[in-house]
């Protein structure tokens, strides 16, 4: 009799368990089941959404990574073309002082020519040649490579460009290679013999 209960007790456990384990049903009201499944609908609706506002990033990027790589690759078709015009005017004129032996004036006078078409092209694009010759040395625009004496103009002048400088837009491409000024040694000399009376003149 006892171990008819034992055993009784142990299945009433096993079942208990087992119902425990078992997916536990709630009972809603209608309006909240309604509710819920709108929500859940709405939360569909948004995820799916979400997907395809990425796939759209997605093709979106990579279009404009492509037309970034061709915008590149043909960014400068516009100055080629012209330059492409400037190589035909100097093979023309080429052959024709060849065939022809044109005098060298005729010849410089085609080779200004085309010089005036590639300034053209190059202020088109806005290239434009910076101005340094007798005008102070300004280091943000020239590079220094001679220093001369000359008592003629203020110290740091610039005497003679040996390489033209150019702008693109606001902003510096070439610096100016240019000669500059500078006092005379013997100047030099005179201001430091001077120097010594002034100091003590102001004292």
């Not at 004036?105 to 010759?133: C, R, T």
């Not at 203020?154 to 240019?178: F, I, N, S, W």
Request: hydrophobic share 35%.
């Amino acid at each position: 009799m006892t171990e008819h209960k034992a055993e009784h007790k142990e299945k009433e456990k096993k079942n208990g368990q087992a119902q425990n384990q078992a997916e536990k049903e709630i009972v809603l009201k209608e309006s909240e089941y309604a509710a819920l499944k709108a929500e859940a609908e709405k939360a569909k609706e948004h995820w799916d959404r979400l997907l395809r506002l990425q796939a759209e990033f997605e093709n979106t990027r990579k279009r404009l990574e492509r037309d970034k790589q061709e915008f590149i690759k043909f960014a400068n078709e516009g100055i080629i073309r012209e330059l492409l015009n400037i190589l035909d005017d100097l093979e023309r004129a080429v052959q024709l002082a060849e065939t022809k032996h044109q005098d060298l004036s005729a010849f410089l006078q085609g080779v200004e020519m085309i010089l005036a078409h590639l300034y053209e092209m190059l202020k088109k694009f806005g290239v434009s040649p910076l101005e340094a010759e007798g005008k102070p040395f300004d280091p943000s625009t020239q590079e220094a490579l001679m220093q001369v004496e000359n008592d003629e103009v203020p110290e740091h002048t610039v005497l003679e460009e040996l390489q033209k400088g150019y702008m693109l837009c606001d902003r510096v491409v070439r610096t100016a290679k240019v000669k500059v000024s500078k006092k005379s040694a013997s100047v030099e000399a005179h201001e430091d013999k001077d120097k010594p009376e002034k100091e003590e003149q102001a004292g």
